[in-house]
């Protein structure tokens, strides 16, 4: 079996999503956006995909396609690694753009195999339970604008069957001081809104001091949460074996730190989180997230996945220290569960009691409209 | 898919080797003798096996087979990690025996999905260099009882195509008092006899003072010698940690230890040794054996697996970060060429350029010969 062909090219949609200048994702007026699309194909017909609005069509397209074409899907350990090392001199080639090939090359592997990634992966569990990942706070009457807000957020999710909730609070330019006291006011109203036996977890602004850090960490603390993550800059790994030191909060990370798995052995053996992270969409695809997954079950550690992607469901599917599926971003003015155009169905619909189940079908499982996306591709 | 059944038995075969008062075997004369057999049936009809002298039968039979009937074997990971868990209380319940349930699964899975066990994994490579891993030393004329027997032997195997070699030196019962000065001398002879571009390496006796074990590795540092093996109690991971700080020799390990991919990540954040180490019919199989490799990769450093088994080879095929398939053991007086009478072929035969191929049949690859197993079957 050989890979033929390997494209990269956008899908156009209109999007009702914002990106502010930090990067952070709000509702707006709706616009035309494109998506990334990536399709390898096989010799024998098979064709394997990935989509996300964060990989390089470009360098997939330019340095990627070339390389893999004429290759055997199933030896993807090897065009991995490969590519791994490319990266150094490829500065565009970022570890999202890697995800995307490693992504479809896994979907590819599952429909020849006739069984679902994560039996391929070696299945540990069908579902997962969801917390629902509250967007970055905004400005917006209605949205996410108040710590009153928030608890009133977090109160529907609550009703709609989410066990677990993270908030993601105010960050530039939203606001322009980051503040940890609205922080803490933020988490404390909606513990008091949803009561002590749902957990709570927090993303904040990602570039506090220590001292801003460590009084977030201890009021979470006093309030029951279950970790925070990256408050700080992970590129200082001496910062978060601080905070992990002086806090009795779990820590969750490193997330956007560059380096895979290899990073996130160096933070173990430095004690700088309590819980690791990593994403398929982020950090190398499932074959890094494995890596890490598999690392961090040596040191006896969990993992959390970062991202609401197919593939965190399969890789939480296939392992025992990972606990739950990031559902989101929510908000109150958007709707989560109608499919993006390119999709005819989600792949994470939400069960009563807050589960989400792994894709069953062969592959990653994405149930992709062709019409939409023939009529919609553009290069 | 289902399991159906899973039976462990016993094939019945002539065996030309003993095993010594330590374990450790010998030729010796033709006697009868018999080696373990697990087959599970799934409701398709798929089979899978595993075929060791080590596993314990009746502890699969008694408390595994009755655990994994009526479960998905491709949720393989969920039935490692639940028998993980009965080995504390089921003492009996060796990682050997695990090895076994786990080899037979992941065989089940490659033939089902119509690939080498390697390429679920996702391939990395489809051969692999061996070494040659002489016998421990005894006292039989013609055998290798002597530092010039294993030099002759030695050049018997450069000139088979053998890149590298690796001595198993003399141990109790055969020698009462175990000598690092010996060791060394077999070792300085081969040395010499091969010349310096063939790599060599020593798992001499395991019981060594920490004296003793760096005198040995020294010496061997100055023979260019590539790495030594579990010259100590592997239950005293301080003494590889003062081992390693004082030697410049790469030390490899551990091999024997309990706790699979748990104790080495230990190992490797302690620093008690340089190359990892780990086998699919010693430390949990190939699941364990993965997450071995992965934990090793994500610090940067090589796993180098122990023994000749198929398992190994699958593991190899599928990481960058091992590098030779031990074949043997080894000796003068014995032929490693021809199969066992439960195989109609070998499955690691040798390339002129000391390259074993990776299995390429679907799941793992022996080539069993039914029919004398039908015939020799025993309780």
């Given at each position: 079996?050989?890979?033929?062909?390997?494209?990269a090219e956008y899908i156009r949609y209109q999007s009702r999503m914002v990106r502010d200048g930090e990067g952070h994702s709000h509702p707006g007026k709706p616009h035309e956006a494109k998506v990334g699309f990536?399709?390898?194909?096989?010799?024998?017909?098979?064709?394997?995909?990935?989509?996300?609005?964060?990989?390089?069509?470009?360098?997939?397209?330019?340095?990627?396609?070339?390389?893999?074409?004429?290759?055997?899907?199933?030896?993807?350990?090897?065009?991995?690694?490969?590519?791994?090392?490319?990266?150094?001199?490829?500065?565009?080639?970022?570890?999202?753009?890697?995800?995307?090939?490693?992504?479809?090359?896994?979907d590819i592997c599952g429909k020849k195999c006739g069984v679902p990634v994560y039996k391929l992966l070696g299945g540990y569990k069908d579902k997962v339970p969801a917390y629902g990942s509250i967007m970055v706070?905004?400005?917006?009457?209605?949205?996410?604008?108040?710590?009153?807000?928030?608890?009133?957020?977090?109160?529907?999710?609550?009703?709609?069957?989410?066990?677990?909730?993270?908030?993601?609070?105010?960050?530039?330019?939203?606001?322009?001081?980051?503040?940890?006291?609205?922080?803490?006011?933020?988490?404390?109203?909606?513990?008091?809104?949803?009561?002590?036996?749902?957990?709570?977890?927090?993303?904040?602004?990602?570039?506090?001091?220590?001292?801003?850090?460590?009084?977030?960490?201890?009021?979470?603390?006093?309030?029951?949460?279950?970790?925070?993550?990256?408050?700080?800059?992970?590129?200082?790994?001496?910062?978060?074996?601080?905070?992990?030191?002086?806090?009795?909060?779990?820590?969750?990370?490193?997330?956007?730190?560059?380096?895979?798995n290899r990073t996130r052995a160096d933070w173990i053996a430095a004690g700088a989180s309590d819980i690791g992270r990593a994403g398929t969409e982020v950090t190398g695809g499932i074959t890094s997230v494995m890596?890490?997954?598999?690392?961090?079950?040596?040191?006896?550690?969990?993992?959390?996945?970062?991202?609401?992607?197919?593939?965190?469901?399969?890789?939480?599917?296939?392992?025992?220290?990972?606990?739950?599926?990031?559902?989101?971003?929510?908000?109150?003015?958007?709707?989560?569960?109608?499919?993006?155009?390119?999709?005819?169905?989600?792949?994470?619909?939400?069960?009563?009691?807050?589960?989400?189940?792994?894709?069953?079908?062969?592959?990653?499982?994405?149930?992709?409209?062709?019409?939409?996306?023939?009529?919609?591709?553009?290069?």
């Open positions: 079996m050989k890979i033929v062909s390997a494209k990536l399709t390898i194909v096989c010799d024998d017909g098979t064709e394997g995909h990935a989509v996300d609005g964060n990989m390089l069509v470009d360098v997939l397209n330019r340095v990627v396609a070339p390389a893999i074409i004429g290759e055997d899907p199933f030896m993807h350990e090897h065009i991995w690694q490969r590519m791994r090392t490319w990266q150094r001199l490829h500065s565009d080639f970022t570890d999202r753009t890697l995800c995307a090939l490693d992504l479809a090359l896994w706070g905004d400005d917006i009457k209605g949205g996410l604008d108040t710590p009153e807000a928030y608890a009133e957020f977090a109160k529907k999710l609550v009703a709609k069957g989410y066990k677990a909730i993270k908030l993601h609070t105010w960050m530039p330019p939203i606001i322009p001081n980051p503040d940890p006291k609205l922080d803490v006011k933020a988490c404390q109203m909606v513990r008091d809104a949803v009561g002590p036996d749902i957990a709570l977890m927090l993303d904040p602004y990602h570039d506090y001091t220590r001292e801003q850090a460590l009084y977030i960490a201890d009021a979470l603390y006093e309030l029951g949460f279950l970790w925070m993550e990256e408050p700080m800059d992970e590129h200082s790994m001496s910062s978060y074996v601080w905070l992990n030191s002086h806090t009795r909060l779990p820590i969750c990370g490193p997330e956007t730190v560059e380096g895979k890596k890490s997954a598999h690392l961090y079950e040596s040191f006896g550690m969990n993992i959390e996945l970062h991202g609401n992607t197919i593939g965190n469901l399969h890789v939480l599917g296939a392992i025992p220290n990972g606990e739950y599926f990031e559902r989101g971003l929510l908000h109150p003015l958007l709707d989560y569960e109608t499919p993006k155009p390119w999709f005819k169905s989600i792949y994470d619909p939400m069960d009563e009691n807050g589960f989400v189940s792994i894709p069953s079908v062969p592959g990653l499982g994405w149930d992709f409209d062709y019409d939409y996306i023939k009529d919609n591709i553009v290069v």
